[in-house]
């Protein structure tokens, strides 16, 4: 099988066999659609594929079409005939499952199953997540469940209310994204400021991003507690380039602490780092083959 994963910066593409990703590569998400589609046919030549294309995409996808939560994000993805169009390039069927919702169930399989009930949260360009739970994937209607990223927070970003990509407000992702945190610094300090220098700021001990981390450490820590009372979770895998930035899950963890007991949910770096979304899907698609 081939399995690939469409994200708002990279399209990745490998192999999978026996369990394990072979001859992976990774080319720049391309930003208009003729580009896009020529990036597409490209990959189909190279990988050929006779039984089916497991596929881990942002957004929200019913199975056959795929639709971007935020527009800043994809911007030619509304109700985008997305299996059709794979379909017809690689002529084999095509799965598609949220990306964040294949690195629940990669996490899930690759912690051998032992945390029955676990939520996966990315911390990324976006924030994203998937649910397992009794030992099974959530999905959801239109492939929602777990999109965790655009829950309202109760912390609210510290450069003042703002309305998310999706339309609601104060949504997680305007808090605790890579985008939310340079967006932040950049308005307290006046001149522009990257995710990657806010990290830096953080554990130089800078006032400025201690601020910003804790406060997004908090809103991540909130929205567990959250899930936790709502589903019953009782382990969390965090990653995503901002979830991974060293400091991260201990911020998290701290963050924990203002918390009752019963809502500080285990928390631990995800094991499948950026390769997730393919191993992901590589893992689901199995599974249900052999579930078949
Ligand atoms: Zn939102």
Redesign the pocket.
């Known amino acids: 099988m081939i399995v690939l994963d469409i994200g708002g910066t990279k399209i990745a593409i490998a192999r999978w066999y026996n369990g394990e990703l072979q001859d992976r590569m990774q080319i720049p998400m391309p930003a208009s659609e003729p580009e896009w589609k020529k990036a597409m046919q490209s990959l189909a030549r190279q990988y050929p594929e006779k039984d089916r294309l497991g596929v881990a995409v942002t957004g929200s996808t019913d199975g056959r079409t795929i639709k971007a ?2 527009r800043n994000v994809i911007s030619f993805w509304n109700d985008y005939p997305l299996a059709e169009f794979l379909e017809g390039e690689w002529r084999c069927p095509v799965s598609l499952l949220n990306d964040a919702q294949a690195a629940a169930w990669g996490e899930f399989v690759e912690n051998a199953k032992q945390h029955r009930n676990l939520m996966f949260v990315t911390l990324s360009t976006g924030v994203g997540g998937g649910l397992v739970l009794d030992g099974e994937l959530r999905v959801g209607h239109l492939g929602l469940a777990g999109h965790v ?2 829950v309202s927070s109760a912390i609210k970003p510290l450069d003042g209310d703002r309305t ?5 407000l104060n ?1 997680l ?2 808090v605790a994204s890579g985008t939310a945190l340079a967006r932040q610094a950049t308005s307290l300090a006046g001149h522009a400021v990257d995710a990657v220098s806010v990290f830096a700021g953080f554990r130089a001990k800078e006032d400025l991003a201690v601020k910003i981390v804790t406060n997004s450490a908090l809103a991540v820590a909130q929205l567990i507690a959250d899930t936790h009372a709502t589903l019953g979770i009782e382990h969390v895998c965090i990653g995503g380039s901002v979830g991974l930035a060293p400091g991260m899950v201990d911020a998290i963890l701290s963050a924990q602490q203002a918390q009752p007991p019963l809502f500080r949910v285990p928390v631990q770096t995800a094991i499948l780092r950026e390769d997730a979304g393919l191993i992901g899907v590589g893992h689901w698609i199995s599974h249900l083959a052999r579930n078949d």
Do not use: V
Not at 164 to 168: A, F
């Open positions: 939560i935020n990223g655009h998310c990509g999706c339309g609601r949504c992702e305007t």
